[in-house]
């Protein structure tokens, strides 16, 4: 079949609208590359140190609970507040030393967050 010059396009044309641009401005999110494996040793040394020390501190705070115990019958919650604490920086650090976080415990970050 044979098109006249009377008869409509057989598809018109498809137009598409041009892709929306980037925001223009400061990004959003800030990038900081990874640290230095060497760095991130110094760090390990440094908080595989300060977790031998604070192993030292629970267990004598351990010990001074024990005793309070045996002579009051009774916790002593300051002491009970202090090893909780402990044991959350022990917790962050021994995350930190076993590569499964990235953050370094306090002092980098809030105690017990």
Same mark, same amino acid.
Do not use: C
């Given at each position: 079949?044979?098109?006249?010059?009377?008869?409509?396009?057989?598809?018109?044309?498809?137009?598409?609208?041009? &892709?929306?641009? %980037?925001?223009?401005?400061?990004?959003?999110?800030?990038?900081? &590359?990874?640290?230095?494996?060497?760095?991130?040793?110094?760090?390990?040394?440094?908080?595989?140190?300060?977790? #031998?020390? %604070?192993?030292?501190?629970? #267990?004598?705070?351990?010990?001074?609970?024990?005793?309070?115990?045996?002579?009051?019958?009774?916790?002593?919650?300051?002491?009970?507040?202090?090893?909780?604490?402990?044991?959350?920086?022990?917790?962050?650090?021994?995350?930190?030393? %076993?590569?499964?976080?990235?953050?370094?415990?306090? &002092?980098?970050?809030?105690?017990? #967050?």
């Amino acid at each position: 079949m044979t098109r006249r010059p009377t008869d409509p396009p057989a598809e018109a044309p498809v137009t598409r609208a041009p &892709p929306p641009e %980037a925001p223009s401005g400061p990004p959003t999110e800030t990038y900081f &590359p990874p640290e230095s494996p060497w760095l991130r040793g110094l760090w390990m040394l440094f908080f595989a140190l300060l977790f #031998g020390v %604070a192993q030292s501190i629970l #267990g004598l705070a351990a010990l001074v609970q024990f005793l309070w115990l045996v002579i009051r019958r009774e916790k002593n919650p300051q002491i009970a507040a202090f090893g909780e604490g402990l044991a959350r920086w022990l917790h962050d650090a021994a995350r930190f030393l %076993a590569g499964a976080s990235d953050d370094k415990p306090f &002092p980098f970050r809030p105690l017990g #967050g």
